[in-house]
DNA sequence: TGCCAGGCCGAAA
DNA sequence: TTTCGGCATGGC
């Protein structure tokens, strides 16, 4: 059966600015699936896609009228080579870069991103995305698209009011709670995730922090990938633990308005298997 | 079978 | 202030 396309393709960007397969798997966001052909199929903002690479550019298979939202979505007005010349200079750090040459940040949901990382903690990537994808299927709203049912990602209002047994199937274990907390806060306004992505990046990621079950590792990731502060991922933390192993008097303040796209680089080269053995600590 | 995973928390040192 | 065990679960 040939595919079903539903709407004429979106351009979205050339080839070369952005890679789906390093977007999608450098562990940024779980929420897309390959295709047998290299495609993506998958879901955010409430929108289902089909997303691909071709010869002439990159393609979205979506409504005209959400053009707009997936041109910010994959974060195409901004500019990573000021953040890719920064790691120039250094073997190591110019090989992260080359390795993640394509890669952007996206601009994620902040709940979506912020549930996510919680959820992530002490986890592998394969089962993250399986706990996610239950909790949207649960509790997410369908969304019909190219003859299939896709779900959103549940708004904290739809998990506020549930209780840790209604987790329960979902297999998160310790987690469960924490989400909860965290739906609560959004809900009641304790914590206002809209306001933190003007917030300095200390502030945001203190308030972020100020949730049960969230720390630097993961306040730092829900500002990065939720509030796209690229600047709010603690380098002194995590970007020099990881160099430690590579480059001891690596000045992490050098990248510092970019550190989370430096951090991510990092993250994709040092867990891709051909480089695992040459690894540190990558956070 | 055992180690590990995009950690965090609270107690003990 | 730092260190460490416990936490729930399953991928590999």
Redesign the pocket.
């Known amino acids: 059966m040939a595919k079903q396309v539903e709407h004429t393709p979106i351009y979205l960007c050339p080839a070369e600015e952005l890679s789906l397969g390093k977007t999608f798997e450098?562990?940024?966001c779980f929420r897309w699936t390959a295709e047998a052909d290299g495609a993506y199929l998958g879901v955010a903002g409430g929108r289902a896609a089909r997303v691909w690479e071709a010869e002439g550019g990159v393609f979205a298979d979506a409504p005209e009228a959400d053009r707009a939202f997936w041109e910010a979505y994959f974060d195409l007005d901004t500019d990573y080579e000021t953040a890719r010349r920064s790691m120039a200079g250094d073997a190591y750090l110019s090989a992260c870069a080359a390795f993640g040459r394509g890669i952007r940040i996206l601009r994620q949901d902040p709940w979506e991103a912020l549930c996510s990382?919680i959820i992530?903690?002490?986890?592998?990537?394969?089962?993250?995305r399986?706990i996610v994808s239950a909790l949207c299927a649960r509790w997410g709203a369908p969304i019909g698209y190219a003859g299939r049912t896709f779900y959103a990602f549940p708004p904290p209002e739809a998990l506020a009011g549930l209780s840790d047994g209604d987790l329960?199937p979902l297999?998160?274990?310790?987690?469960a709670p924490?989400v909860l907390a965290a739906a609560r806060a959004v809900t009641s306004g304790a914590l206002a995730l809209d306001a933190l992505a003007a917030a300095p990046g200390d502030e945001a990621r203190a308030a972020l922090?100020a949730?049960?079950?969230?720390?630097?590792?993961?306040?730092s990731?829900a500002a990065?990938?939720g509030l796209h502060r690229l600047d709010a991922f603690p380098v002194d933390v995590?970007v020099r633990r990881?160099m430690s192993a590579h480059l001891p008097d690596f000045d992490a303040a050098a990248c510092g308005p970019c550190a989370g796209y430096v951090?991510?680089c990092?993250?994709y080269y040092a867990?891709s298997g051909e480089n695992r053995a040459a690894q540190g600590d990558?956070?």
Do not use: D, H
């Open positions: 450098c562990g940024q990382f992530s903690q002490c986890n592998n990537i394969p089962r993250i399986s329960t297999r998160m274990g310790y987690r924490y922090r949730l049960p079950g969230v720390g630097e590792k993961v306040a990731c990065l990938f995590w990881a951090q991510q990092i993250f867990r990558c956070g």
